[in-house]
Nanobody, 120 residues
Framework: QVQLVESGGGLVQPGGSLRLSCAAS????????MGWYRQAPGKQRELVAT???????NYADSVKGRFTISRDNAKNTVALQMNSLIPEDTAVYYC??????????????WGQGTQVTVSS
């Protein structure tokens, strides 16, 4: 019954901003690392940004200085603020989490994805 649900995707002009959100729900004991990945047409899924339970962050070189990842441990949510968007950011963005359910070991989960399109 654990689910990751993304929201906030859409169409934006180059130079614009979007904020993606992801909420984890279900019988969750704890969440370790959370992050965002993206997959553009014809390309492999790639890491965008991750954040640990203690707040340590990691970003892909292509988004450093433009994107900011954050999380709310009390609400089991993670967000991605995307500024100065460029057409190369166009992709399906997926929420990712390593979490532990009650009575189960730590397991990797993925959201369904949300489309981000940067175009004039």
């Amino acid at each position: 019954q654990v689910q990751l649900v993304e929201s906030g995707g859409g169409l934006v002009q180059p130079g614009g901003s979007l904020r993606l959100s992801c909420a984890a729900s279900g019988r969750i004991l704890s969440i370790n690392t959370m992050g965002w990945y993206r997959q553009a047409p014809g390309k492999q899924r790639e890491l965008v940004a991750t954040i640990t339970s203690s707040g340590s962050t990691n970003y892909a070189d292509s988004v450093k200085g433009r994107f900011t990842i954050s999380r709310d441990n009390a609400k089991n949510t993670v967000a991605l603020q995307m500024n100065s968007l460029i057409p190369e950011d166009t992709a399906v963005y997926y929420c990712n989490a390593f979490l532990r359910r009650w009575g189960a070991p730590t397991t990797e989960y993925w959201g369904q994805g949300t489309q981000v399109t940067v175009s004039s």
